[in-house]
């Protein structure tokens, strides 16, 4: 059996958004917070800002869509009036950043949103991205958001939507940090494993849907139910895939549901979807499969290919180091084969010179 | 396309470090180059708050290439290359991020505290924004001998890669002007380009730039425009001298300067290169009986490692077909050889004194062969004359100043005093 942690673990943090980039979404999120904290009257309805979506669950995928935040008011609920409560929010943010368009503005209106740019002034952090912050009333114990029709927003049926976004965020911490979840040494696996199910269904479906949001709801619901055992990346990363093409094959008569509402996903995926995505997971975990029986080199070709590249990496999974020799050339790596160790390392030991 | 690399392993092991300290890879230059935030170690060093590694084809047997913004000290350029190694280094500290950032450790805690002085001899030319492919020729012992801080020199482009300087004023109206300056320790890093030249002169000497600049009158390479051409910058580093060569282009406000290679010509420089005997060998005198394919080569030798004076006897002709293995080439085809050989050694090593008798020497001229080793260390024989050996040899003992005979061509040799006693035996 390969011995691939180290691979993986270097995919990872390849995958990743990691250092300077969290740290931007983090502290953009937090100058929003603050910002939006000083309005009375935003202050008034109890604005609680929280950041969710992949990047509040820790299992986004470099380089990472926009930054969600919900803007929860905690002393409103569906009784509200969408537009009141999305004006004020407008009022502030412009204020602040002015519209794009005009003179450098970096705020903008989208359906239920307002979007906000960061632009990486100096390149060094992952280049440039945005904030979309969403108002939130309460509703029971989840919270709803505005419905993207802002015609109906003056309805008093269906001006609100609910979501379990929140809730989401905390069932994916619980499992992660479950002590009856895999680890893989010291690390809680589930979270890194949602970040490579999303890089293989990037490589694989890219702009196709499910998109990733459906895949982690199924590899949620996957680990939730422990159908996923292993203490190395490579066997419950095959074991996740195996449960995504079970899944998906049988989601024609077992529709995919949101964990949280335990609703049918909205919007649904479409029959020729479904069929796509149980296909290719069922190869993948096929091929995952094979890769378990392989030896590292041979094993490290296999999972390139199902884990593909993104921009910092291509593939994002290195190859192992070899015994003695060095691990071919780009062209001999590039390509379907697996690269053979060629020539010698020579080091030298001298006290070598700056140029 | 990904980029040329023997080991894309260990290529992306270091990218995925690289990743995990913060870099990543800049748009559109297919992960070629990466920027991230800067290393600690350049605290104080600089202002730039971000570092860029750049990969050539070639990995790991070519480091990646460091630039950071804002650096003003030795082994940097203006362009923010940091000379982390020499060329050439075969060391691959630099496979590992560590390896990589051990080494900015050590570069920025050198740019605090002073750089070896074996690191500094090229950096000057290699930190200069441009570069001219073009080799610079001097004389060094006159520079240093030279009265006053500054003064006129010429050169002229002795062929399409060669630029020759003398001191003096340009005389010819090909000649191209120069002038040398020459000062004490650098309070700075040398200069990186034309305008940081005055700030390392005195009052004197950059007015004298200034005036020779400004007369300059039209664009163009190394070529006669008027005022000055070509400038010599020399200053003083602990007990050596290190200098710039450089060549100007254009005029007013699109003047531009290019460091040219450099190099000492003088006798002295060039018999640094002899060898570890070339002092012993200095004051040793010499005499060779032919200087055929063989003898040509010896000769040859011999004056590259520092013998002082050659003493060579030939008197055959150079024919094309010798040219096949003799020292001199089909340019010398036509005289003697004994000249050919005095021609090349003079081009080689002109330290050595070549005494060059082109006429044949009888065997059985007992006097004449005595006036030919009486006065030397070595005598030596590549005629491939087996008769010819044994009146040289015997001449030799009974002079008692050549202390040893090589026979070279025939596989003979003399060794005085030696146990067996013979003057002559044939070698195994």
């Known amino acids: 059996m390969p011995n691939m942690r180290k691979q993986f673990e270097q995919a990872l943090t390849n995958i990743e958004i990691n250092g300077e980039k969290r740290k931007r979404a983090i502290d953009a999120h937090t100058e929003i917070r603050e910002l939006l904290q000083q309005d009375k009257q935003l202050k008034d309805w109890g604005i609680a800002p929280l950041l969710i979506g992949s990047y509040g669950r820790d299992t986004g995928i470099y380089p990472g869509k926009d930054v969600d935040v919900f803007l929860r008011f905690t002393k409103l609920d569906t009784s509200a009036e969408p537009r009141a409560v999305f004006d004020a929010v407008w009022r502030v943010i412009v204020q602040k950043y002015g519209q794009v368009g005009q003179g450098g503005g970096r705020a903008q209106q989208q359906a239920r949103s307002v979007k906000v740019l960061f632009p990486d002034r100096d390149r060094a952090s992952g280049g440039d991205f945005s904030v979309d912050a969403v108002p939130a009333v309460r509703k029971g114990e989840l919270w709803a958001i505005p419905t993207k029709d802002q015609n109906r927003w003056v309805e008093g049926e269906g001006r609100w939507v609910t979501t379990g976004a929140v809730r989401f965020g905390e069932l994916s911490e619980d499992l992660n940090q479950s002590v009856s979840s895999p680890k ?9 494993i949602v970040k490579l199910i999303r890089q293989t269904r990037e490589t694989h479906l890219g702009d196709k849907r499910p998109g990733g949001l459906y895949l982690e709801f199924v590899t949620f619901e996957a680990w939730r139910s422990r159908l996923v055992s292993g203490s190395e990346w490579d066997v419950l990363l095959t074991g996740t895939l195996k449960c995504i093409a079970d899944r998906f094959a049988r989601a024609g008569v077992e529709p995919l549901q949101d964990p949280v509402l335990r609703t049918p996903v909205d919007p649904p ?22 890769a378990l029986l392989m030896n590292d080199t041979d094993a490290a070709t296999e999972w390139r290919k199902i884990l593909g590249g993104n921009v910092r990496a291509n593939p994002v999974l290195p190859y192992p180091p070899t015994t003695g020799g060095r691990m071919g050339s780009t062209v001999a790596a590039s390509g379907a084969g697996a690269a053979s160790g060629t020539g010698a390392t020579t080091r030298r030991n001298e006290a070598h010179r700056f140029g | 396309m990904e980029q040329e690399s023997f080991d894309i392993a260990s290529l992306e092991r270091f990218r995925a470090d690289l990743v995990a300290s913060g870099f990543e890879p800049v748009p559109s230059t297919e992960r070629r180059v990466w920027r991230g935030p800067i290393h600690p170690a350049f605290d104080g060093l600089t202002d730039a708050r971000t570092m860029e590694i750049v990969f050539d084809p070639g990995w790991p047997y070519r480091p990646p290439r460091v630039y950071v913004q804002g650096l003003n000290t030795n082994h940097s350029t203006l362009n923010g290359f940091v000379c982390l190694w020499r ?5 691959l500290q630099w496979e590992t991020v ?3 950032f051990d080494r900015i450790e050590d570069w920025c805690e050198r740019a605090r505290n002073g750089w070896q002085e074996d690191d500094l001899p090229f950096d000057a030319y290699l930190n200069f924004k441009k570069k001219w492919p073009l080799m610079a020729t001097f004389d060094f012992e006159s520079l240093l001998t030279s009265i006053g801080s500054w003064g006129d020199m010429n050169g002229v482009l002795a062929n399409p890669n060669l630029l020759s300087l003398r001191p003096g004023p340009a005389t010819g109206p090909r000649d191209l002007r120069g002038l040398w300056f020459r000062v004490g320790q650098l309070l700075a890093p040398p200069p990186r380009n034309l305008s940081e030249l005055p700030q390392h002169l005195k009052r004197s000497q950059r007015k004298g730039l200034e005036k020779a600049l400004s007369r300059r009158r039209s664009t163009g390479g190394p070529q006669t425009l008027g005022g000055v051409d070509v400038i010599l910058f020399a200053w003083q580093r602990r007990e050596r001298t290190d200098l710039l060569i450089l ?6 406000d699109d003047m531009d300067a290019a460091a040219l290679v450099a190099e000492p010509n003088d006798e002295r420089t060039l018999r640094l290169r002899a060898g570890p005997d070339a ?3 200095g004051g040793r005198r010499v005499v060779l009986f032919g200087v055929g394919a063989l003898g040509g080569h010896v000769a040859l030798t011999l004056a590259e490692s520092g013998i002082e ?9 150079l024919s094309p077909g010798n040219v096949v293995r003799h020292v001199a080439g089909h340019d010398q085809v036509g005289g003697r050889k004994a000249s050919a050989v005095q021609s090349v050694i003079r081009d080689h090593a002109p330290w050595t004194e070549v005494d060059s008798i082109a006429t044949s020497v009888n065997p059985g001229g007992r006097q004449e062969i005595a006036q030919l080793v009486e006065d030397v260390d070595v005598v030596i024989d590549a005629s491939g004359n087996d008769a010819f050996v044994y009146p040289v040899a015997q001449v030799a003992e009974e002079l008692g100043t050549a202390s040893r005979l090589w026979c070279a061509a025939s596989r003979w040799f003399h060794w005085p005093g030696s146990a067996e006693g013979t003057g002559i035996r044939r070698s195994n």
Not at chain 1, 270 to 290: E, M, T, V, Y
């Open chain 1, 184 to 192: 893989v040494g010291e690390r809680h696996a589930y979270k890194p």
């Open chain 1, 269 to 290: 995926l479409s029959a020729g979807q479904i069929k796509q995505a149980a296909d290719i997971f069922g190869k993948l975990a096929a091929a995952a499969n094979r």
């Open chain 2, 87 to 91: 060329e050439g280094d075969a060391s």
């Open chain 2, 98 to 100: 560590g390896g990589l």
């Open chain 2, 247 to 252: 060549a100007l282009a254009g005029t007013g």
């Open chain 2, 279 to 281: 002092d012993l060998l």
């Open chain 2, 309 to 317: 004076h050659l003493r060579i006897v030939d008197s055959d002709l």
